[in-house]
């Protein structure tokens, strides 16, 4: 697959999503991302225009999409929820709606892409995955993620998602919960550790079709590995969806202040190309990440490994000007192993509880 064929969504107004200079989701990740990828000969990205609010409302209430807008343009909304803004996550911004819907946008050409017959479609600034229905939550405002599930259920029967971003995909969860067409897979870090506090094996879903894998802090990339590959792809396997939306939050790296994982690129890499390799159409789409000498790499090296190419070098000027010495954390450490007897223990109780519905 050549990267000029692969439909690539960025404009610069997806830079308008910021939460403000001290907040930790910086626009300036996926500013470099783009400038990387360009360096390295990719294609330009397509313009995917300015986003509709009816793919919005696929997923979120009239209500909430009212009240997005309203605080976006310095207004105060009707009725007593305070829609998860106002939180140091969550600040409000002006222009929030116009800025969310930039991101949806991209991500919905993308999922129609797929639904037309594309094998991979891309939007590196969506996977806003936490966003519920009618609330904010962890740096979300609108699920683009569960917004392409909604598209692609249009021309399949069954959709998958899997999430590898080190915060549990709650929102995208959520929202399908009950829906036996979709298929939920996250692996995160143990949430009794860290946000959002749910993605426990027990969370389960209509027909087991909600798959979590929770690894304790510390875990470090061997075992990450080895939880995609036994604890995630057999059930997408076994699944047989017509698609598949990849959420790649890169915040599972050992850099990442936010998390507490140790999981190096090389691994991180790995796992975007074992989920290429099973031939399904992917949807791939951004997520979180928060340390900018890894973010940028990460996502640009998995736009190479989606698309059947090999990765390149990075120019030696950003090496020192940026921190990125090389795209795979060379060289590679041995196995660790730590978090190996967690994962033995979740993929146990999962079987369990997979034999009993």
Not at 79 to 107: C, I, Q
Not at 167 to 189: E, K, M, R, Y
Request: glycine letters at 10%; proline letters at 8%; one cysteine or more.
């Amino acid at each position: 697959m050549a990267a000029m064929n692969v439909p690539f969504y960025y404009h610069p107004r997806m830079l308008a999503y910021d939460f403000g200079a001290n907040h930790p989701l910086k626009p300036e990740r996926l500013r470099r991302t783009i400038e990387l990828l360009g360096r390295l000969g990719w294609p330009a990205p397509a313009d995917p225009g300015p986003g509709s609010t009816e793919d919005v409302l696929r997923v979120h209430s009239p209500d909430y999409v009212k009240a997005v807008r309203a605080l976006g343009q310095g207004g105060h909304p009707t009725g007593s929820s305070d829609y998860g803004f106002g939180s140091l996550d969550n600040p409000v911004f002006a222009m929030m709606h116009e800025a969310a819907l930039a991101y949806v946008s991209g991500t919905a050409a993308a999922a129609r892409d797929v639904a037309g017959g594309a094998p991979l479609a891309i939007n590196l600034s969506g996977g806003l995955h936490h966003a519920q229905r009618s609330r904010a939550s962890g740096f979300c405002v609108y699920n683009d993620p569960a917004i392409a599930i909604s598209i692609l259920r249009e021309s399949s029967d069954r959709v998958a998602y899997i999430d590898i971003d080190v915060h549990a995909g709650d929102g995208v969860q959520a929202l399908t919960f009950h829906d036996p067409s979709v298929l939920t897979c996250s692996i995160h870090q143990d949430p009794r550790t860290i946000y959002p506090g749910t993605g426990f094996v027990e969370e389960i879903g209509a027909e087991g079709t909600a798959v979590n894998v929770p690894l304790p802090p510390g875990t470090t990339g061997d075992i990450w590995l080895r939880g995609i590959r036994e604890g995630v792809l057999p059930y997408v396997d076994a699944f047989q969806p017509g698609a598949v939306v990849l959420q790649m939050g890169t915040d599972a790296h050992f850099t990442d202040p936010l998390a507490r994982f140790q999981v190096t690129a090389s691994e991180w890499i790995a796992a975007i190309g074992d989920v290429a390799s099973m031939g399904i159409p992917v949807v791939a789409v951004g997520g979180g990440g928060y340390s900018l000498s890894a973010v940028p790499r990460m996502w640009a090296a998995t736009c190479f490994t989606l698309a059947g190419l090999k990765v390149p070098d990075i120019p030696s000027d950003l090496q020192g000007a940026w921190d990125l010495p090389n795209f795979f954390d060379d060289p590679i450490p041995e196995p660790r192993g730590v978090g190996e007897q967690t994962l033995d223990v979740v993929l146990a109780t999962r079987r369990a509880l997979q034999a009993v519905i």
